[in-house]
């Protein structure tokens, strides 16, 4: 008698264990809970995959702060579909896929999104593809994640190719005219990342006739002196620089200490930070240009999303966004509304697949002034990246393209 | 112009990779620990006079001295007293201690800094002098002068004082020191004192020359590393002259050669020299080879 | 009358291993003591136990009235104790004249370090001749020489010496027994530990047989140097 009761148990067990894997083996592909036909209101439960600790925790937690505040502008829902965040931790590949699996397996989540890093995004896409649920990237910018032939793969945001070419757009159309002469030195980190970028600017530059030099440095560079040097005796109208803050900050005050003057000065990617600001000094960084991501709460005309997200962003956390990392993801995050929208609220991958290709947001429709038009690599083709200039008193506005000018700021050299 | 401008820029940085080395070798010579954690220690240094100076307004130059010295020293005492000591005869648990250290230290400066990076910009921050033509930086000449100052300060101690023998004794015997009356606990206390100290007070100084950020200890502590190894473990004024070295020979082939290769160049160098000259270019020959007994 | 160094009831050893099982010991002031006996008896255990390097776990050791079991080794030379370790250990890289330093480094005897110390160039010109040199550069005898200078350094109540003889010629042996029996007679305390029986022996005014951990006969130099059982066992006399 007494053996009775623990085999049934178990066998119970068993059967609840067998049910369980049975339905987490599949969460979105084909018939199940997620996705169906409009008129429909099943809830859409949305994965976020970033790092949440680590040296980039503090901007994951920026990235899921940027999404909730998108999701919540949107009113939590999808057509008549609710929608709910989970967040999972995930920096290097391993962590990554654990937390795709979790997402999957545990949480039934029907798309997922994030980075904010190429490691977790290279990784984690790999792993969803395998379980058949779709990937909307917003934010990890390595070019070859939207090559891989994954067609569960979407990236909204920018590619480093993005900024690359957006920069030797900045240098053609919008320096040209006023520097001396049309020659540039380019000297990017030497990581894959700098070389990238550094690689589409100097073959752009070079085919609209701009005379080129070229150097590196390191990211992790203790002192720059070298490339400075190299850079000085050049003799560029422009010096153009591809990094991460520190490393540009270094170049920076490296650049006032020899007394390298160019007629302009244009990073890449990063050197918006305040920190920046504050190391290198409002005397040498005034007039310095950068072309980023940016935050354009002052050009409402060009991005009408942003004055709203960032009244949102102080009013729910009390602080400032730090970067313009959530700013990105609230754009982000609009954009993956947006293909869910137009995949009819269905969340399986062909839906997905099929919607991205339908959508067609002109440029000024997301919240930062970019459009989403998804191309069959699922790369996002309507993304303009601003270029902003320091100002003396540490402001940041943005000097190009024309329309991102706010009244009364224009494009001046130093 | 162009290779002055390189080699005094190349000293400049060596005196940085020496001040740091001195510090490290002053627990790797003396205690026989290899403390991973040091770069650590100086980015601590650069987030002290950051909280300095913009808390109270204080020069990064003054906290260098009144408050990287004490709060470094009282950190390295700690670290010895209730890290290393309970490890005392397992040289592999204490790499793996340091280097749970390393990534405590570096959480915690996430922890408070959001990552953000921090930086200090004062006077000297982009003062320079005139040498020649060359334009020398100020606050990079002031960490020179530092190492050079420590290297005097630890070389006397070290060579002219009991003390400082009692400090060589234990390096190459603790057992044997003990019997001689020499409390090698304290003893260590007061190396990794010194090596906190020198660490948080490199920090500071370099505070107006660098932005801190978590991770960037590493970019000194690498080079430190092959200082000390090439200058001589145990040995002061070899890392003084390793890190001139290094520095020199950093920027030389990143003019020369490619600043992607400027790392391997000093490595090729560092692993030339360990091969010719185990005991680096000041060590005593053998000298490497006593461990503790 | 009880001596400068009582011990009794000495236990000690390395962990688990107890090597030390119930030691008697008791040296006179002025005397040469001896302890001898074989490889692996406990001779070394028994000096690094007295000097505070090895740990007792039980009995006691008192040095002139003073009961020091247990302390610190750093603690235990400023009571009186200076060990001069088997295989001398001088710090290599250390100048003969550093070592001599050091030897006095404990306070009560660092204030006469300087007039210690000319005391004993007299004694050993050789070390006078080489102050500046490395210890580790030093002939064996000199080695030794210095060494136990180092020790004297201490103004020691008690000089310990563990197998002086260790490594030297049999020439520079003899002048080492002579050395120490003029140290004694010199008014120094010595505890000398010795695989060398006979020499050890004849100039010894008490001597104990250690085996295994435990004192087994003791008596006056010649008394043991006569008795048939110690001339088998260790002098190789049938
Ligand atoms: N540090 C140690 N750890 C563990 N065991 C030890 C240690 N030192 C000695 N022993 C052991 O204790 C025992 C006694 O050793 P000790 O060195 O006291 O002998 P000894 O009489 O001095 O011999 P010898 O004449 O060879 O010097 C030996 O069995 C030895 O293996
Ligand atoms: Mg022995």
């Known amino acids: 008698m007494n053996k009775r009761i623990p085999l049934i148990t178990l066998a119970t067990a068993g059967v609840l264990v067998l049910a369980a894997c049975a339905s987490s083996g599949s969460p979105s592909g084909g018939s199940t809970s997620g996705g169906s036909g409009s008129g429909d209101s099943s809830p859409i439960k949305i994965g976020i995959v970033t790092p949440l600790s680590g040296a980039y925790g503090s901007e994951g937690q920026e990235e899921v702060r940027g999404m909730q505040l998108a999701l919540t502008a949107n009113g939590n829902k999808v057509g008549n579909h609710p929608v709910t965040l989970v967040t999972a931790d995930g920096f290097v590949a391993n962590d990554a896929i654990a937390a795709v699996d979790r997402l999957v397996s545990q949480e039934h989540v029907n798309i997922i999104t994030g980075t904010y890093a190429t490691p977790t995004s290279l990784a984690g896409s790999q792993e969803a593809a395998k379980l058949n649920v779709p990937w909307i990237e917003t934010s990890a910018i390595t070019d070859s994640l939207t090559q891989r032939g994954l067609d569960t793969y979407i990236r909204t945001g920018a590619r480093a190719f993005d900024f690359a070419s957006a920069s030797a757009d900045f240098l053609i159309k919008g320096l040209g005219s006023k520097v001396d002469s049309k020659s540039v030195y380019i000297d990017a980190e030497n990581g894959p990342y700098g070389t990238a970028v550094e690689q589409t600017q100097v073959s752009k530059l070079k085919a609209a006739g701009w005379k080129v030099g070229q150097g590196s440095h390191a990211s992790a560079a203790t002192d720059v002196t070298d490339s400075v040097l190299a850079a000085k005796n050049a003799k560029p109208a422009v010096w153009l620089l591809t990094g991460y803050n520190p490393d540009l900050t270094l170049l920076l005050r490296t650049a006032a200490a020899q007394n390298f003057k160019p007629q302009a000065i244009v990073l890449t990617g990063a050197g918006d930070a305040q920190s920046v600001y504050q190391a290198v000094g409002a005397k040498d960084l005034t007039g310095t240009f950068v072309v980023a991501y940016s935050s354009l709460i002052e050009s409402p005309k060009y991005a009408p999303g942003m004055a709203k997200y960032y009244k949102a962003y102080k009013a729910k956390y009390n602080s400032e966004p730090l970067g313009t990392v959530s700013a990105t993801a609230y754009t982000g995050m609009t954009a993956v509304l947006e293909i869910i929208k137009a995949a009819g609220g269905k969340t399986d991958t062909q839906s997905i697949k099929a919607g991205s290709l339908k959508v067609d947001v002109p440029l000024g429709g997301l919240p930062n002034g970019w459009g989403l038009q998804i191309d069959q690599q699922g790369q996002n083709q309507r993304i303009e990246l601003t270029t902003v200039q320091w100002r003396s008193d540490g402001t940041l506005p943005a000097v190009w393209p024309t329309k991102a000018v706010k009244t009364g700021e224009k494009l001046e050299l130093k | ?293 | 009358m009880s001596g400068i160094l009582e011990v009794t009831g000495l236990h000690s050893g390395y962990g688990d291993l107890e090597v030390l099982h119930g030691v008697d010991l008791s040296v006179e002031k002025g005397a040469i003591v001896s302890v001898v006996g074989a490889n692996g008896a406990g001779k070394s255990t028994l000096l690094g136990t007295i000097a505070g390097v090895v740990r007792p776990t039980q009995g006691s050791i008192v040095i002139d009235g003073v009961d020091i079991t247990g302390i610190a080794a750093h603690k235990v030379v400023g009571h009186g104790v200076a060990l001069v370790p088997e295989g001398r250990k001088l710090f290599p890289f250390l100048s003969v004249e550093d070592n001599l330093r050091l030897g006095a480094f404990h306070k009560a005897a660092r204030s006469r370090s300087k007039a210690t110390r000319d005391e004993i160039y007299d004694l050993f010109p050789r070390l006078a001749e080489r102050r500046t040199q490395m210890a580790g550069s030093l002939s064996g005898g000199e080695q030794q020489m210095c060494a136990i200078g180092r020790g004297m350094m201490a103004l020691p109540k008690v000089l310990m010496l563990d197998e002086p003889s260790l490594g030297l010629a049999p020439i520079v042996v003899e002048q080492m027994f002579g050395l120490i029996s003029n140290l004694a007679s010199s008014g120094l305390t010595i505890l000398l530990v010795e695989q060398n029986v006979a020499d050890a022996l004849e100039l010894s005014s008490r001597a104990s047989v250690l085996e295994q951990g435990q004192i087994t006969m003791t008596g006056s130099g010649p008394e043991l140097l006569a008795d048939p059982g110690l001339q088998s066992a260790y002098l190789g006399i049938a």
């Open chain 2, 1 to 293: 112009m162009g290779v002055l401008t390189i080699i005094i820029s190349g000293v400049l940085v060596g005196g940085m990779y020496a001040l740091i080395a001195i510090g490290l070798n002053a627990v790797f010579g003396v205690v026989r620990v290899v403390n991973f954690a040091h770069g650590e220690l100086v980015v601590l240094g650069m987030y002290t006079a950051y909280f300095a100076w913009t808390v109270w307004s204080v020069d990064p130059y003054i906290t260098a001295v009144l408050i990287a010295l004490p709060l470094g020293f009282l950190v390295g005492l700690v670290i010895q007293r209730f890290v290393v000591q309970r490890l005392l005869d397992e040289p592999l648990m204490q790499m793996f201690a340091t280097f749970g250290l390393l990534m405590l230290l570096q959480n915690l400066f996430l922890a408070f800094t959001r990552g953000e990076p921090k930086a200090v910009r004062v006077a000297a921050s982009s003062a320079s002098l005139d040498f020649f033509g060359v334009s020398v930086s100020v606050s990079r000449l002031v960490v020179l002068g530092a190492a050079i100052v420590v290297t005097i300060i630890l070389v006397v101690f070290l060579r002219q004082t009991l003390y400082g023998a009692a400090v060589r004794a234990v390096s190459q015997d603790r057992g044997t020191a003990a019997l001689m009356g020499i409390n090698v606990k304290v003893l260590y206390m007061v190396a990794f004192g010194v090596s906190g100290a020198i660490a948080l007070m490199a920090g500071a100084l370099m505070s107006p020359i660098y932005t801190a950020s978590p991770a960037l200890g590493f970019s000194f502590v690498l080079p430190a590393f092959a200082v000390v190894v090439l200058g001589g473990l145990g040995s002061i004024g070899g890392s003084l002259i390793g890190g001139l070295i290094v520095g020199v020979v950093e920027a030389l082939s990143g003019y020369f050669l490619d600043p992607a290769l400027k790392q391997a160049v000093w490595f090729t160098l560092f692993l030339a020299v360990l091969v010719i000259r185990p005991a680096g270019l000041f060590g005593r020959a053998g000298s490497e080879e006593i461990g503790q007994r």
